[in-house]
Structure formats: structure tokens, C-alpha cells
């Protein structure tokens, strides 16, 4: 690659020709203050649309000043990034931008997680010369996953982008024009009236308060609170290794047991895992496949390729978008969903109290997860399995709220009996983990005998559409593993279009890396290479786990024994499957 | 007729267009503009016909409803030929007059000539007006000349032979050269060189590229490329397709506002007729040169001049412009590479290539070579579209050829560039006008609207208004725009209604600064320059609002105060009752008074008093 | 049951004229524009209609109607005013016979009369600056207006 030379804030530097100013100045560690540019390391995705104008920088030669994010250098280019110019027009602008801001910091649910809060400080602005009016005032949108405050967009085009460009879900567009312009769906509809999935990869990525998780903390204080309820926690094998983030935790750092602490102080009654329902829905959605294979083989008709269906976002995607596909997918529930029927059916029915009076709370790395858990398909009558669902950001703030200093609790293990999981289950957090759990449960089933390397490599990391055939039996297995909803699109349109690959068994994840990346979870701060500390967490725990296949998990097979017999059985498919419908939306 | 299959069966055909024409000795042409046809020009057409008939003199005369011929202040326009005999404000029962008169009794009818502005003399024929004097049309040439209708009367004034002679007897580069050394700088706004630009386009390599013709014409006051596309749609299909040869594109689109109905009509005619000629379509003039032409509707969007933004909604998406590069000539429509130019640009490059790049050269001024079309409106007699050389002075366009300002006032400014441009004041009226002198006196080209300001005109008003304008056309997509042009405004509507302060003006000024410094698209940058420009020439006006609440030429109206001279008030009570805010007192037969607190300033008791006892300041 | 097979026939018209496009990509103004035509107004359900024939997300199509003031979202009323208020027009009173139609028709700008007889707009340039101030009633230009005008140019279109 050919290199330019150009001159940073007096400093000479090389870099690639095809480098903005920012990417050169990044390279002599000069950090030039963005807010609209959004770079994803893993997903490879970049977008600079270079509309927010707070990393404009002054260019020797050009009559403007020019935004950094999205100016390539060219060769002997001087370039000034501080100079007072540029400084005072930076400043000039996110004062323009906090003149159409509520300024409600005191009270915002994003303060101190807030990049226009940050910039503010930065650029020390004490006070906003300009007032006047702010675009129309929009109403606060309460959806059951995610919460929208437009009064707060700043127009950086962020989710638009993510969940136009990365999702390929097209529940958002710039609507309006001029000051009038912000960001909505379209007709301005609930988000629940929408193809929006729920996923909150917008929410990962709003700089401010305009998008959020909707908070359901003060509906799990009052259900602490009450004596009468029994109170069953879970937590999502994604939380364990990102919850610590938010006590100021390096990314990465296992907590698992520092969470069940925190949980138990908060007055939980039970905290268990979702990773024993992980490992249940292994042992459902495995012999699903392991039917469907047959059946192919036997008849040479199946519904082929079964897809995963642990992820709510992605199920929602293909009732809005693939509506005609709906035979494909794994009637399995999700981790979330069986573990809600299970507490609510055999563990209530053991300690012998109403599924009323039990109330069971996710902890998710999700926001799709809220939508989930309103489903039809996981409620007795008006009684759902799940009843509250807290993204591991509101588990966090919770647990600050009861004034919990989390660093220093000590080690808690799960409850019994639903509290145990497998290695298998935990990777259900990562990008591929569900099919290499899945895998290592149907090689011994169908080989019968025991799997020595249980890695499955080719299905591990962060391209987008992973590829490969694993024979089991005799029979050649095609599997694909896509995350972030629009590598999934890819391959819908790939299966729609005649299958020719004959793929056979495909896991979608809807976030890019799977649930360690998910809406829910701490954010990002614009740097994605979190993800794969997260992810190598993950895979840690895995590798130290005693039991690291789902069908050796001991308590699964309890709950066998004693109470769904068999996997597939009558009973289990009234209590760990579902079923799909079309969503007509807008 | 067939296709032309040759540069011989062209001329040929230009030749018998021009036997055709000399069967009439007396050619009436008739304006079919907008403007004219909004005066019930195609019945002075009509008309016209049916008395030639009633007179048996279809052998003699013709009737062409042409183009605009550009003097819309005194519309409608009938032009008689050979000599140039300019009748105007005609109405359709004039012409059994025109037709007895001038054709039978070969007398010039004298009521409806043009009078000198100044000698009130009566002006024969065109060649001896003022307004047309000082012109020199090539851009315009063929409007108010050709029915635009037909492509053979545009075939006869030499059309589709520069065409021709490109595909026949240029290289691709022979062409860009051309273009280059002319001189030709984009007429659409910024003024980037032509020659240049198609060059950049042609050095990418790709299955399909684009030409691009811009006709979302929005400057408001502005209408030369309406007129254009309205009086001589094919030198721009023409041009078009030469660009194509050139850079190598086989597709071409008009991007054109949808509120130009009788402008696509006329293109959309003109395509049609070209296809049919053979000089669209595949193997064109038998060559193996392929290009066509589709014509695209913009919705209703200003920012869409701006060439990102007009392509992106050419793909049907919000028309938001882009950071640049890439540019369009690498990527453009659909990641193709495309070259944009706008109308007059276009309708520039025939003549350009068949009378040479030197010849065009020596138009104009050095920097900036040929001519410039401006639409003069505003308080200035003649309102109209006029095209001079680069380098006539803004006094020549005003005072020579627009005639000077209306009833008699006191010029005060005039605005080029429309609302991206900025205010010139009385010192600049002897600037040579050229892109980089607009630009050098904090003003710009722009399309070339030129708004005349009076007296009258209130210059904080005035940005104000641009403002609104700018504001409401913002797209939307960066900070500086989105909400930097409203703060503007309203800061500007603070010190028209009084509320300014000292530090407002300073606001005003480094806010102006810094969306001129930031801004994203060409749309943003310019939109302070009004202010900016205003705030230079006319500070004490500013200033007079600001600090004495006071509006010197009278026109804010909340700055006003209404007052009844006593002695003049006959106590008719008229005023009051004319009141919508009952803010004035008194009995009848006495002297009334006006509550101040109460009077809304709309005026409408100065207008009812009989007695002239009420006066504002 | 009129009304709805009136509106059946026309959403027929506009997939015939979805379905006759050889290209779909980019083509969504190209057919909001002729759903305008056929509708006179562009509601929720045309545009969903619209999404889903193209295979485009409706809420583009919502970001696009919303952006060109060309689309509206409201009927119109049977005639259009407007008003230009193109600079050429504004320096030469337009905002004065604006003011005047308004309090005649009794609406503001971009509204409708209660009959539905009138929507009241305001326009950029026509490119008519010769006329100035011009005020066009639906496709039919009137210029040099004045304020007194106003009266005489609603009377042609009442009753």
C-alpha cells in the first residue's frame, strides 16, 4: 500500500493513502473528539457520515474546515487539529446541539453514559448562549423492549445505520426535514407496530438518552419487596462475563459468582442458571435435528435446515420478514422461555406454591428478551412463565441502587436444582456456541461414543457467515453460523433461493457476536473489541467447566426422570416448544 | 420522417428546413413561456392564425409560438420578422389589429411598441432596445426564435451538427479538450470547470455511467433553466449526448423539478423527437455511438441541486448530500460514475463546439470565459432573463438593461446567488461580475437569480427572509445546518421585532462564521452569507434595530408606531371601526388617539384615513 | 361500499404501474409520485402498499414522503392556492396577498377549508418572476396580484 506523508499538530507522520485524518492522527495518538462516526472492529463496519461536524480540524489550503472522520489525507497535508479555529467551532456546535437538548441530565437515564454529556465537559461548555426552540416535541415512546426519547436525537444516524445497514432490519429511517428531521419508524408507529425485532442494537449505539432499554427495575423492587412472592432469579450465560464493566470491571472479567451474590443480597430467593435451560433446550432442539436428519435421509423430505431458535430478535426478524419459512426453525423455546416453564411448572409444583405467587426474573444481555417474555406461547392464562426481564445494564444499575459495592462480594454458588449448567451451555453466549453445543450432545447421541476434541473451530469467531461440514454417523452435516440480523438475511435469501449449499443445520444469533454482544449489555463506548474479551471469557469458563456437554448435565437428567420423561415427549412439548406466527407489521 | 443515418443527411435536412423557412416573408413569433402563456399567449396565437386565414395569408405568414424571449416584465411578446418589430403587452384582441396593420398595411401598430424608459420614445424593433443592446445570447440563442416543438426549426439554427461533428470527427479527448480550453465553468453554482470535470469522469472505467443533467432549478427568482428547457429543449438533449460521447456513457437522466410542468413537456417532446430522428437510441447518425434519455421528477426539495444529494434521490431515497469524495464522476447514480451539470451549462456546449474553444474564450473574462443567463427580478423595471458577456458590470445589467429601479426609487442593494449568495451594495455596481469578483465580495454566482432591492428594503429583513428559506430547505443531516439556520433565524427575527441586543448582533455573526466554517454541503456553507453580507454593507441598520428599535426603511412592522396628528383628525371614526384590535379611541367629531399597548401594527387605519392624519415612524 | 371498491381500482392502477417498471430499484419516488396522482394524497396504506410492492421498508418510504414537500399526507382540498414566495415575489408584496388569502379563506398555510374546497400553500419560485407576485390555483397562473385581487380569484372557484 502506498504511503502519504502529512504533518499532524506539527508532527510528521506516514500512514496509507486510502487513511482519513482521523485514522492518521489515531496514528500519533492525537484522539480528535467524534460523535456521529461509529467504527466496529469485528463486524467490520464503518460509518462516517460526517454530519455531526464535531471532528472538523483545519486543513492549510482549504477555505473550510473539514471533518476528520471522513477527509482521506493526500500527500504533504498540514493539518491542525486543536487550532483555535477548530476548537471554537467544535465547541460552537455541540452548544447548537445542546440548544435543541432537553437538559434534564439530573434525571436522564443515560447520564454519565451520555457522549454528548462527555463532549460538553470536554469542550468545557458551562453555558449555552443559544436558546430557543427545540424541534417538535416528541412524546416518550415507551415500547415493552426499548424506549424512545426523540426530544434526545441528535440526528447522528447511528441506529439508522445499525439497524439499516448491519441488521438489515429497516424499522428506522431519518423522517422530516431540517430541524423538524429526526429519527422514527415509519409513521411514526410504536416500535411494537413495527419490523423492528427488539434487538437494541441502536440502543448499544445511541449517544444519548433518546434510546433505551425500557426500565422494569421498580417493577423487580416491588416484587422483592413482597413477602408473598417467591422471587427466581436467572442469569444468561452472556451477563456473567460483561455485568463487571459496570462496577469498572475490565472487560472480560468472570463475575459469575459475584452476580449470584449480588442477586441474593438484593433478597432473591432462588438464583439459578439459564444454562441449565440452555442445556434443556440442547437435548429438545438436538433430537429435533437428529429427527429431521433422519427423516431426510429415510425420505429425502424434511424441513431442512433447521434453524435455531434461543434467539428472540432473530425469531421476530422471520415471522416479519420470512414469514413463508416458518417450518424451518426449531420449535424449541428458548433458554429463557424453557427455564420459565420450568420454574412455573415443575419447580412451583415441587415447592408447592401457585405459579402466582412465583415470579421469575431474567437477567438478559438482551432487550429482545422483554418481547419474548410477552409472548402468548409463554403465559398460563394470564400468568407468564417469565414475568420480568432485566438487560444486564438494569441488573447492574439495580444492584447499585441497594448501594452493593459488587468488586468486593464474596462467591456464591447456583441454587439447586435449576442452577446447574454445562461448558456446553455457557457458549451459548457467543457467536456459533449454540451449534457446537448442539454438535457435541448429537455426535455422541448418534456415534455413540465420546467426542474427544469438543472444539469445533471453523464455527468460532466473527465472520459473519461461517461454513463447515462435520460428519457424524456417516452423514455429512452442513452447518452454517451467521450473527447480526443482516448476515442472516444473506443466508435467508441463500435457503430461500433453493438451498444449493444443502445446509442443513444454521445458527443465527440477531447481534453481531452473538449474546456477548447483545442490546442489553454494558456499552461499548466505541470500542468493539470488548466483544472479544467477552468472547475468550466465555470460552474460558467452557474449558474450566467439569461438564461440558449438555446431555451429561446431571440435574437435565433429573428433569428427565422425573418429569418430561423423554425429550420431544408429550409433556415437553407442552412445556420447552412453540410455535411461530407471520407478523403483519409495519 | 426516418432516422438520420449520416452528418450529410443532416445538413441535408438542415437544408430544407431553411427553403421551408423562406416561404413566408413575415414570421410572427409569439412567446410561449410560462409567464406569457400565463397572459393568455396561446390565444394570441390562436387569434393570430384565424385572422391570417380570414385574410388568405397563410402563404405569407407564420405563427411561431416560441421559447421565452426573456422581457417578461412587459409580456406577452409578439415578435414580428425580418424586422424585429417588438410588440408588448399584447391581448388576444390586438390581433386583428397586428395582423391588418402591420402585415396587410405594412404599418407598425405604435400603441403596443416599447417606449424608452427614459425618452419615452417609441423603440422600433428589438435590435435599438436597451435590454436586448447590451446582451449577447448563447446559451438563450434559440429562445424566442424556434418553436420549440419542432426539432427540425432547431436543426435548421445549425442543431445536432455539433453533435454530429463530435461523433464524426472528434476523438473522445478531442472533445474534453475543447470543452477545457473554452473555458466553461459550471453555470449551476460553485463555477468548477466543465472540460475538467468530464475529464474526471471519463478516466473511470465501469459497465454503465451516467450524464447527468441538473434542472431542479431552485433558487427562488431564478428561471433561466426553465426557460431554457422551454425554449430550446434540444441543445440541452444535444449537449447531453455529446457529454455522453465524451466520458463515455450511454444513459442519460434529467433530474427536473415537478413543478416545471410545461418544461417536461417540452423535453419530454424533444426526447421523443430525437429518438425518432435517430440522434437518441442506438448507432446514432449511423455511428456506433448509443445514448438516451430518461427524465427523472424531483418531489419538492432545494438541497436536491446539490449534486450528492440530486443523485441520491435520482435512487429514490431522502435527497441528503454526502461528504465528498468519493466524488460522483467516481461514484455517483447507483456507485456508477456520473457526470452532473446543470441546464445552462449544457446548452452552452453545441455552440462551444461548433464555433471552437477560442471563440469562446475571447467572451468574458479571463477566469470565467463566455456568458452568464441572470433572471432580474425584484423592484426593478424590467424583470426579465437576459444573458451578458462575463465581465459587464453590475450597473450595465441594473441600470442599462434592467432599466433601473421601479417608480423612481433609490437602489439600495441586489442580492446574487439567491439565497446562498449574498448582498451587493451601490460600491460594488462597477465590479466586472465574474465567479471569483462574486466570491471575492462575499457574495456568489449561484444559478444567477439577481434580486433588485430598493429603498424600501429592510436588509435585516431581508436575510431574515433568506433564512427562512434556508431553514426550511435544510436537509436536516448536519448539526450546523439543522440547527444552526434556525438559531440564525431566530435571532434574526428577535432583532426585527425589537428584541435584539448588542450581544445578538455578535451571536449572529460568529454563528454565521462558524455554519459558513462547518457545514456539510454547499447548502449549508452559503446559507450565513446573506447575514454576513448584510451585516457588512448595512450595520447601522442592524445596528438602528437593535439599539433604537428602530426600522429605517420602515418595514419591520413590530418596530413601527402608529401616531393621529390632532389637528388633522376630523373624528370621522372610520379608523376605529377599521380596528381589529379596538386600540383606538375617541368620539365622533374629535380628535382620535391610538393605544399603543393595544395597536397590532397592521396599518389599517393609515389606509382608511381620508385625511392623512395618521402616519407611522 | 362504493368508497372501498373506488379505492380498490385504484390501488389496482397503482400495482399495474408498479408491476409495468422493468427496474424497481430507486424507482420509490418515480411511484410515489403516481400513487399522488391516483390517491391525491399519499395516506399510511398507500405507502405501506407501496413498500411492500417495491420490497422496501416502509419506514424509508415514511422518510422519504416526509422529506419532499411535494408529498402530502392530507387530501387536498378540489383547489390549490398557492402563493409564491419565491424572493422575486416576497420583494414585490406577495406575503401581503398571502395574509389576504388567509384571512378570506379563513386557514393557514397548508390547511384545507372545512368544505374541503380550498388547501392554502405556500410556494417556492414558479419560475414566473416576471409576474410578480403570482399566485397559481392549481395549475393556472395569475399574476401581478394584489391584495384586492384575492376576493376576485376565490370567487371564480366557488360555488
Redesign the interface.
Known amino acids: 500500500m502506498e504511503n502519504v506523508n502529512v504533518t499532524i499538530d506539527g508532527r510528521s507522520v506516514s500512514v496509507p493513502k486510502t487513511s482519513t485524518i482521523l485514522e492518521a492522527a489515531k496514528q500519533l495518538g492525537i484522539n480528535i473528539p467524534t460523535l456521529c462516526y461509529m467504527h466496529l472492529e469485528t463486524t467490520d463496519f464503518t460509518c462516517k457520515?460526517?454530519?455531526?461536524?464535531?471532528c472538523?480540524v483545519e486543513v492549510e489550503g482549504r477555505r473550510?474546515?473539514c471533518?476528520a472522520c471522513?477527509?482521506?489525507v493526500m500527500d504533504n497535508m498540514v493539518i491542525k487539529t486543536n487550532s483555535m479555529?477548530a476548537l471554537?467551532?467544535r465547541k460552537?456546535?455541540v452548544e447548537?446541539?445542546i440548544?435543541?437538548h432537553p437538559q434534564d441530565c439530573l434525571t436522564c437515564n443515560k447520564s454519565t453514559d451520555c457522549r454528548l454529556q462527555e463532549l460538553a465537559n470536554e469542550l468545557g461548555i458551562r453555558r449555552i448562549?443559544?436558546s430557543?426552540?427545540s424541534k417538535s416535541v416528541h412524546p416518550l415512546m415507551k415500547g415493552i423492549a426499548i424506549e424512545r426519547d426523540m426530544s434526545k436525537c441528535?440526528?447522528c444516524r447511528r441506529c439508522e445505520e445499525m439497524c439499516?445497514k448491519v441488521q438489515k432490519?429497516?424499522?428506522?429511517?431519518?423522517?422530516?426535514?431540517?430541524?423538524?428531521?429526526y429519527v422514527?419508524?415509519?409513521?411514526?408507529e410504536e416500535l411494537e407496530n413495527?419490523?423492528c425485532v427488539g434487538c437494541g442494537q441502536c440502543v448499544a449505539v445511541c449517544p444519548t438518552g433518546a434510546l433505551m432499554e425500557t426500565d422494569d427495575t421498580a417493577k423487580v423492587i416491588r416484587a422483592l419487596k413482597d413477602p408473598n412472592k417467591t422471587v427466581v432469579f436467572q442469569t444468561a450465560p452472556a451477563t456473567r462475563v460483561a455485568i463487571g464493566e459496570e462496577f469498572g470491571l475490565e472487560p472480560g472479567t468472570i463475575v459469575t459468582n459475584k452476580m449470584v451474590t449480588a442477586l441474593k443480597r438484593l433478597g432473591a430467593d432462588y438464583v439459578f442458571d439459564t444454562n441449565f435451560s440452555a442445556d434443556l433446550t440442547i437435548m429438545e432442539e438436538g433430537t429435533e435435528l437428529i429427527g429431521r436428519l433422519t427423516d431426510y435421509i429415510e425420505n429425502k423430505k424434511a424441513d431442512l435446515p433447521i434453524l435455531t431458535s434461543c434467539c428472540p430478535g432473530w425469531i421476530n426478524f422471520m415471522e416479519t420478514q420470512y414469514p413463508d419459512q416458518l417450518h424451518l426453525p426449531s420449535t424449541a423455546k428458548s433458554p429463557q422461555g424453557m427455564f420459565g416453564a420450568v420454574a412455573k411448572n415443575y419447580f412451583a409444583e415441587k415447592l408447592d406454591i401457585d405459579r402466582e405467587n412465583m415470579v421469575v426474573v431474567s437477567i438478559m444481555p438482551c432487550t429482545a428478551k422483554k418481547l419474548e417474555a410477552v409472548r402468548d406461547s409463554l403465559r398460563v392464562k394470564d400468568n407468564p412463565d417469565v414475568d420480568y426481564v432485566l438487560t444486564t445494564r438494569e441488573a447492574a444499575r439495580l444492584i447499585k441502587m441497594a448501594n452493593i459495592d459488587f468488586n468486593s462480594l464474596e462467591d456464591s454458588n447456583y441454587d439447586d436444582p435449576l442452577g446447574e449448567g454445562t461448558g456446553a451451555a455457557v457458549i451459548f453466549g457467543v457467536t456459533g456456541g449454540v451449534l457446537e453445543a448442539a454438535l457435541r450432545t448429537v455426535y455422541e447421541t448418534l456415534e455413540k461414543k465420546e467426542l474427544k476434541k469438543l472444539e469445533f473451530v471453523p464455527l468460532r469467531g466473527f465472520q459473519g457467515v461461517k461454513k463447515a461440514t462435520v460428519t457424524i454417523a456417516g452423514i455429512e452435516v452442513n452447518a452454517a453460523v451467521v450473527h447480526g440480523l443482516g448476515n442472516a438475511r444473506t443466508i435467508m435469501e441463500e435457503i430461500k433461493n433453493g438451498n444449493k449449499e444443502n445446509l442443513h443445520v444454521v445458527e443465527v444469533m440477531a447481534c453481531p457476536g452473538g449474546c456477548i454482544g447483545g442490546g442489553g449489555q454494558p456499552y461499548l463506548h466505541g470500542d468493539d473489541t470488548i466483544l472479544e474479551k467477552r468472547t475468550k471469557a466465555i470460552y474460558e469458563i467452557d474449558h474450566s467447566e467439569r461438564i461440558r456437554k449438555s446431555h451429561e448435565n446431571e440435574a437435565i437428567q433429573e428433569l428427565y426422570k422425573n418429569y418430561y420423561q423423554e425429550p420431544n415427549s408429550e409433556l415437553a412439548h407442552r412445556d420447552l416448544h412453540t410455535h411461530f406466527k407471520k407478523q403483519e407489521k409495519? | 420522417m426516418g432516422k438520420i443515418k449520416s452528418f450529410d443527411e443532416l445538413v441535408q435536412l438542415q437544408k430544407e428546413a431553411k427553403e421551408k423557412e423562406v416561404v413566408h416573408d413575415i414570421h410572427i413569433l409569439v412567446c410561449g413561456g410560462t409567464g406569457c402563456k400565463s397572459q393568455d399567449s396561446d390565444m394570441i396565437v390562436n387569434n393570430l392564425r384565424e385572422e391570417i386565414k380570414n385574410n388568405n395569408l397563410e402563404d405569407r405568414v407564420k405563427v411561431v409560438k416560441t421559447g421565452c424571449f426573456g422581457f417578461c416584465e412587459k409580456g406577452p411578446i409578439v415578435k414580428f420578422l425580418p424586422d424585429n418589430t417588438f410588440y408588448i403587452e399584447v391581448k388576444p384582441e390586438d390581433a386583428k389589429e397586428l395582423i391588418t396593420e402591420h402585415v396587410i398595411n405594412g404599418e407598425k401598430v405604435t400603441r403596443l411598441l416599447y417606449r424608452n424608459q427614459t425618452t419615452n420614445e417609441v423603440v422600433p424593433d428589438s435590435k435599438h432596445m436597451d435590454f436586448y443592446k447590451k446582451q449577447q445570447r448563447i446559451a438563450l440563442k434559440n429562445c424566442g426564435f424556434i418553436n420549440p416543438g419542432e426539432i427540425e426549426e432547431y436543426i435548421r439554427e445549425d442543431g445536432y451538427q455539433a453533435l454530429a461533428k463530435c461523433l464524426t470527427e472528434k476523438s473522445t479527448k478531442d472533445v474534453i479538450d475543447i470543452v477545457k480550453e473554452s473555458g466553461l465553468r459550471g453555470r449551476g453554482g460553485a463555477g468548477f470547470p466543465t472540460g475538467l470535470k468530464w475529464e474526471i469522469a471519463s478516466r473511470y472505467d465501469a459497465d454503465v455511467k451516467y450524464v447527468v443533467c441538473n434542472a431542479d432549478e431552485g433558487d427562488p427568482g431564478a428561471f433561466m433553466d426553465r426557460s431554457i428547457l422551454e425554449g430550446d429543449p434540444h441543445s440541452v438533449v444535444e449537449a447531453m449526448a455529446i457529454c455522453g460521447y465524451a466520458i463515455g456513457a450511454s444513459k442519460g437522466r434529467v433530474y427536473i423539478r415537478a413543478e416545471y410542468p410545461l418544461a417536461i413537456k417540452r423535453l419530454n417532446n424533444a426526447i421523443m423527437s430525437a429518438r425518432e430522428y435517430g440522434l437518441l437510441g442506438k448507432h446514432i447518425l449511423g455511428t456506433d455511438f448509443n445514448f438516451d434519455i430518461e427524465i427523472t421528477f424531483g418531489a419538492g426539495a432545494f438541497v436536491c441541486g446539490e449534486e450528492t444529494a440530486l443523485i441520491h434521490s435520482m435512487e429514490g431515497s431522502r435527497g441528503e448530500p454526502t461528504t465528498k469524495p468519493p466524488f460522483p464522476a467516481e461514484s455517483g447514480f447507483f456507485g456508477k460514475p456520473t457526470n452532473v451539470n446543470n441546464v445552462e451549462t449544457f446548452a452552452n456546449i453545441p455552440k462551444i463546439i461548433l464555433n471552437g474553444a477560442e471563440w469562446y474564450k475571447s467572451i468574458g473574462t479571463e477566469k470565467s470565459a463566455g456568458t452568464k443567463v441572470f433572471a432580474l427580478a425584484g423592484k426593478i423595471n424590467n424583470v426579465g432573463l437576459i444573458e451578458v458577456p462575463m465581465g459587464t458590470t453590475l450597473r450595465e445589467v441594473i441600470f442599462d438593461i434592467g432599466g433601473g429601479i421601479k417608480n423612481g426609487k433609490k437602489f439600495k442593494a441586489v442580492q446574487t446567488g439567491g439565497p446562498s449568495g449574498g448582498c451587493l451594495t451601490e460600491k460594488d455596481l462597477d465590479t466586472p461580475i465574474d465567479f471569483d469578483n462574486l466570491i471575492a465580495k462575499g457574495s456568489m454566482m449561484g444559478s444567477g437569480g439577481m434580486i433588485v432591492m430598493d429603498e424600501d428594503s429592510c436588509m435585516p429583513a431581508v436575510a431574515k427572509f433568506y433564512l427562512e428559506f434556508t431553514k426550511e430547505e435544510s436537509c436536516g443531516k448536519c448539526t450546523p445546518c439543522r440547527i444552526g439556520t434556525t438559531r440564525l433565524l431566530e435571532l434574526l427575527e428577535m432583532i426585527c421585532e425589537g428584541k435584539g441586543t448588542l450581544e445578538h448582533l455578535d451571536e449572529l455573526k460568529n454563528l454565521s462564521q462558524v455554519i459558513k466554517d462547518t457545514a456539510l454541503c454547499g447548502l449549508g456553507q452559503t446559507a450565513p452569507n446573506p447575514i454576513l453580507s448584510t451585516l457588512d454593507a448595512f450595520y447601522d441598520e442592524y445596528l438602528a434595530h437593535v439599539t433604537d428599535k428602530k426600522c429605517p426603511s420602515k418595514s419591520c412592522r413590530k418596530l413601527l408606531s402608529y401616531k393621529i396628528d390632532a389637528n388633522q383628525c376630523k373624528g370621522c371614526t372610520l379608523c376605529s371601526r377599521v380596528c381589529p384590535n379596538g386600540a383606538i379611541i375617541g368620539k365622533v367629531k374629535e380628535a382620535h388617539m391610538i393605544d399603543l399597548m393595544k395597536c397590532v401594527k397592521c396599518g389599517a387605519c393609515m389606509e382608511k384615513c381620508k385625511f392623512g392624519a395618521i402616519s407611522m415612524e | 361500499m362504493e368508497e372501498t371498491e373506488l379505492a380498490k381500482e385504484k390501488y389496482e392502477q397503482l400495482e399495474k404501474f408498479i408491476d409495468s417498471l422493468p427496474e424497481k430499484e430507486g424507482e420509490l419516488i418515480k411511484v410515489l409520485h403516481k400513487a399522488q396522482e391516483i390517491f391525491g394524497y399519499l395516506p399510511k396504506e398507500v405507502q405501506h402498499f407501496v413498500a411492500k410492492k417495491l420490497g422496501v421498508p416502509a419506514a424509508k418510504v415514511y422518510g422519504v414522503v416526509t422529506f419532499y414537500s411535494f408529498f402530502n399526507m392530507e387530501p387536498k382540498g378540489e383547489h390549490t392556492i398557492s402563493v409564491c414566495m419565491g424572493t422575486a415575489c416576497y420583494v414585490r408584496g406577495a406575503e401581503t396577498v398571502l395574509e389576504e388569502f388567509k384571512s378570506q379563506l379563513g386557514i393557514e398555510c397548508n390547511q384545507t377549508t372545512k368544505d374541503g374546497k380550498f388547501t392554502l400553500d405556500a410556494l417556492r419560485c414558479v419560475g414566473a418572476c416576471g409576474l410578480a407576485p403570482v399566485v397559481m390555483v392549481d395549475s393556472k397562473v395569475y399574476g401581478r396580484v394584489t391584495k384586492e385581487m384575492v376576493k376576485d380569484i376565490i370567487a371564480e372557484y366557488e360555488g
Open positions: 457520515p460526517a454530519t455531526c461536524r464535531v472538523v473550510n474546515l471533518p471522513a477527509t482521506p479555529r471554537e467551532a460552537a456546535i447548537l446541539m440548544s435543541d448562549h443559544l430557543g426552540t441528535i440526528m439499516n432490519v429497516g424499522a428506522l429511517s431519518g423522517v422530516n426535514r431540517g430541524f423538524e428531521a422514527a419508524t415509519a409513521f411514526e413495527t419490523v409495519y
